[in-house]
């Protein structure tokens, strides 16, 4: 069972969010919060697995109280998944935010089922961005940085792992990835895992991060090479 918490200021979204998934079998929604203060409160004494958390809120706003919850001295040997709901004129933060330990994004507009599955992905330890807030996210946010040369820390990678990052950071799946490269999917998967093991990442969107912040990734380069 997948144990949520949902953290927002708006009690309609709460509800409606809390209807979607409490109607799963495989989900029981165990809490709520309408502050970040509260919700870090709540989430440390309910230990969800996943918090549904909103970006803009009184007391303290969605990237605080993600960044003091996931901060490694206070979050304990098992820290929830954040999952954060966002809108598209809050681009600049998604970038903050992923820094603090976010796992995945969606707009507030998305569809149920989309919002049943993320959960589950989230949940599962895997990563998630909607592709037009990956999309965003690289264009006008990381896009606008200057280019940092690439950090000797990347010399662990091996080229094959360096291009599987590279396809990372444009949002592409493990089958795009794949096929792009002309490997097996199941190949990519290990790749991918061998990337976060080496450079101590929770997860892909982390990795993608990583790879921009110490100069692998180019901003506005599709492919690799």
Known sequence: MIRILIVDNQPMIRAGIHAILASQNDMSVVGEAENGRIGVERARSLRPDVVLMDVRMPELDGLAA????????????????????????????????LRAGASGFLLKDTEPEELIQAVRVIAAGEALLSPSVTRRLIEN??????????????????????????????????????????????????????????????????????GYENGLVTPGRRNPG
């Open 141 to 210: 946010f990381i896009g606008s940085q200057p280019v940092t040369p690439a950090s000797t820390v990347l010399n662990i990678l091996t080229d094959r792992e360096r291009e599987v990052l590279r396809l990372m950071a444009t949002g592409s799946s493990n089958a795009e990835i794949a096929a792009t490269l002309f490997i097996a999917e199941q190949t990519t998967k290990t790749h991918v895992s061998r990337i976060l093991n080496k450079l101590g990442l929770r997860d892909r969107v982390h990795a993608v991060v990583f």
């Open 66 to 97: 993600t960044a003091e919850l996931l901060d490694p001295r206070r979050a304990g040997e098992r820290p929830p998944r954040v999952l954060m709901l966002t809108t598209f004129d809050i681009d600049d933060y998604v970038y903050a935010a």
